[in-house]
């Protein structure tokens, strides 16, 4: 993920800027810069790679000011460049900026039109046109950044810097974290509390939809409405900051709240929003003649590699086996010669997915990882590394690693489609843009919570509990039973929807909730053929679809309405509920939800 880090004073801040940078390379980053601003000048200082770079830079040409912005950016729209590094700015505004605006095009178009000139590739710099856009018609900063923040669509936190403001630092967040240091004569503004832990132990975690206006004296917050609140300040220790649950009782929640961002981020490295298409890293293999694919995996990372099945098979046209890594290379598989092998694992140092990995290279495999640490062992005994962005994740059920981890994968068959022209062009828009708005869709999802914990609240008391789905939702329906399992330690299994009369119906009375996964489209009605099977035996159905396929359903007591999307981004979006479901039974179960028993973040021995 992106850092951010802005201090506002009365004495120099750009190697504090770079020392607050250092701090968040552990978030990963290609590229890196600072400004600050005042006196009616903005400047800048950005450098491609290690901050390193950026500092040699300074070095030869130092940046003066009491007030600045700085950025360490992975590669979004637009390769890790100079140009495409942050901070962006106009003569009048810089803009540091994690996340993803959805509708970017649309406003560079607009602003392009009205002789606005762009310098670089991303969506980020048209945050800065905007209010500088808004400056130009008279409005003050405040109202140029408040108008702004109403057009963007998508995930951002944002710090944004004046050239005629010396003592004022704008920062704003909508579906990513964003952090306010308070110190003596001295604000500070991070992506999280790693950013500021050291500059100040007194932290403002901003609401959802919160902005804050920041000066040396202390900062002004408003919310969403634009109306001035008060957020709570607390102490905050240095050592303890890289944990840090913020204003979320656990991990688990954070980091299930933090998916919006975190897919923006993933999605950003492999998707160009300018050509609205998907792009991998060179590979070392021709994807148009991939003979076969094997996916290996451990848990829920098992059930990405499930989903991408579907994608790979359906999408792409190319044959997928899936195993689990501690099974894999025990049966001796049948390998050909420069097949593809995929290894999905969060943490990159599965031993089970290490030790299928070395038998799929003895087998002559070309070997891809997708994992969420760059330079863990997988990574290093990879032919190709897809890193997913979600940033640590502490809370052992994986949350944002899976979703994050299914956003590769789609881009991958995305990629690995054209290669094999196994789409057509107007195919490939439609799969594109619909896998754009995943993070706009994925936070409009979170929005249903509180029917979500109404929902537990009526399952409490289960002690077995069945999830089916049909499809590329038949994986969601198993990683959904795992994660109930994980943390609350209710017994659960997820079934293929057609499965269900040829067995688990026998489990069906008034006792057994049934968690039917079934968004509108060609399996709809089968899926709901299922469903009515277990409603006529007394089983509690629990429906999550879209409107259409809500009232072509009849009469289900309880239902969620999640949005109406392409089938192609369907698992993605409906992980999220099954995960807030897990939650909250655990909740209120009493378990011990970020730590629960007998498990490890990482399975380090076979």
Sequence with gaps: MCGIIGIVGDRPVSDRLVEALRRLEYRGYDSAGIATGGAGVIDRRRAEGKLDNLIDVLDGAPLPGTIGIGHTRWATHGAPTKNNAHPHATDRVAVVHNGIIENFQV?????????????????????????????????TPQQAAAATFARLHGAFALGILFSDEDDLLIGARRGSPLVVGYGDGEMYLGSDAMAVGPLSNRICYLAEGDWVELRSAGAIIHDETDAIVEREIRSSSVAAEAIDKGNYPHFMLKEIYEQPTVIGDTLNTYFN??????????????????????????????????????????????????????????????????????????????????????????????????????????ARESDVVLPTHAGPEIGVASTKAFTCQLTVLACLVLTMARARNAIDDAREAILCAALAHVPELARDVLQHDDRILSIAGDMVDARDVLYIGRGSLFPIAMEGALKLKEISYIHAEGYAAGEMKHGPIALVDDGVPIIVLAPSGPLFEKTVSNMHEVIARQGQVFLLSDEAGLKAAGDVPHSIALPDVDAFIAPILYALPVQLLAYHLAVLKGTDIDQPRNLAKSVTVE
């Design 273 to 378: 929003a300018l050509s609205g298409k998907a792009h991998m890293p060179p590979m070392p293999f021709d994807m148009a003649n991939v003979p076969k694919i094997t996916i290996v995996a451990c848990g829920t990372a098992a059930y990405a590699g499930s989903v991408a099945k579907y994608w790979f098979e359906q999408i792409a046209r190319v044959s997928v086996e899936t195993d689990v890594a501690s099974e894999f290379r025990y049966r001796e598989a049948a390998m050909p010669e420069g097949g593809l092998a995929i290894f999905v694992s969060q943490s990159g140092e599965t031993a089970d997915t290490l030790a299928a990995l070395r038998y799929a290279r003895s087998q002559g495999q070309h070997i891809v990882s997708i994992v969420n640490v760059p330079d863990s062992s997988i």
């Design 107 to 139: 406003l560079r178009e607009e602003l392009i039109a009205k002789g606005h000139v762009f310098q670089s590739e991303t969506d980020s710099e048209v945050i800065a046109h905007l209010v500088t856009d808004g400056l130009d018609q008279g409005q």
